[in-house]
């Protein structure tokens, strides 16, 4: 695996983690990001917290959690508006705590998108994007939503720009890849909760990944408990998801992006217990 190179001043370090799953994902979080983000130097932690409540959504106080942990942004998805009372936590808190841009913008409450500065005043915008290819609801287009956020960007300064795709199809997160080459400095997936093996920096200078992984435990399918997700598959009598249990392990990536030019010049891939 690529080693890490020394932090440079002229980068942005920045760390990203995939969909945190219920308390072994929030424990591992909790455990590995402080430490890391002290010894990496890492400048920004972006953290995926759909599944952050009982494995199905967020609330205030796994969102609060999350952030006592040394998460600077966090980013949802389908889960967003699972828990009870997230609306009005998400109104009051959407500099740090978003969710999908491309849900309908009249009637969604919190918003898609979010600026972050660095100690040396370098600007960063964080985007949450939701796919529609195998996923439910009715939302906007992600590619339209994603045209719109970057017409609205300051023409006369750089600024580095960040965006989380929550989505099933791997296909729909490559053709973002496409669309946003050179025009985002970092694309990363979530969803699937399977860390992909592509992290890469595409042509144009975008950082990207299909998908970071999920940081929960590996001992059920996908953060969920083993034998209920077996039921599910097997049986057509209802049966509620329960997360799994056991130690949890963070997925994501690390990457350095260029102050100056806005464009990523490493990225590599992250686990660790
Ligand atoms: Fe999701
Ligand atoms: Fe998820």
Same mark, same amino acid.
């Given at each position: 695996m690529t080693s890490i190179p020394a932090k440079s001043a002229q980068n942005l370090r920045v760390l990203v983690l995939g969909d945190v799953v219920g308390r072994p994902g929030r424990q591992a979080v909790e455990r590995v990001v402080r430490p890391i983000k002290e010894r990496l130097e890492v400048d920004l932690v972006i953290i995926n917290g759909e599944n952050s409540a009982g494995g199905a959504g967020i609330? !205030?106080? %796994? !969102?609060?959690?999350?952030?006592?942990? +040394?998460?600077?942004?966090? @980013?949802?998805?389908?889960?967003?508006?699972?828990?009870?009372?997230?609306?009005?936590?998400?109104?009051?808190?959407?500099? &740090?705590?978003?969710?999908? *841009?491309?849900?309908?913008?009249? @009637?969604?409450?919190?918003?898609? &998108?979010? !600026?972050? @500065?660095?100690?040396?005043?370098?600007?960063?915008?964080?985007?949450?994007? #939701? +796919?529609?290819?195998? #996923?439910? +609801?009715?939302?906007? *287009?992600?590619?339209?939503?994603?045209?719109?956020?970057? !017409?609205?960007?300051?023409?006369?300064?750089?600024?580095?720009?960040? *965006?989380?795709?929550?989505?099933?199809?791997?296909?729909?997160?490559?053709?973002?890849?496409?669309? %946003?080459? +050179?025009?985002?400095?970092?694309?990363?997936?979530?969803? %699937?909760?399977?860390q992909t093996s592509d992290a890469q920096i595409l042509p144009g200078g975008t950082g990207y990944i299909t998908d970071l992984g999920m940081s929960g435990s590996n001992t059920g399918v996908i953060g969920m408990d083993a034998k209920v997700a077996l039921r599910r598959f097997l049986a057509p009598t209802p049966a509620p998801y329960e997360v799994a249990e056991g130690e949890g392990i963070v997925h994501g990536v690390l990457a350095d992006i260029d102050r100056k030019s806005g464009k990523t010049v490493f990225i590599r891939t992250f686990q660790e217990r």
């Open positions: 609330d !205030a106080g %796994t !969102a609060l959690d999350l952030k006592k942990s +040394g998460a600077d942004i966090i @980013t949802l998805g389908d889960h967003a508006f699972q828990r009870k009372g997230v609306a009005e936590f998400l109104d009051k808190n959407a500099a &740090w705590c978003i969710r999908p *841009c491309n849900f309908p913008e009249e @009637t969604t409450p919190g918003r898609g &998108w979010c !600026a972050w @500065t660095a100690e040396d005043g370098t600007q960063v915008r964080v985007i949450n994007v #939701m +796919g529609r290819v195998f #996923m439910g +609801g009715s939302i906007d *287009c992600p590619f339209r939503c994603m045209n719109t956020f970057l !017409a609205s960007l300051p023409k006369d300064s750089s600024c580095i720009t960040i *965006c989380d795709i929550h989505a099933e199809a791997t296909s729909e997160k490559w053709a973002m890849a496409r669309h %946003t080459d +050179g025009k985002l400095s970092l694309l990363v997936g979530t969803h %699937t909760h399977v």
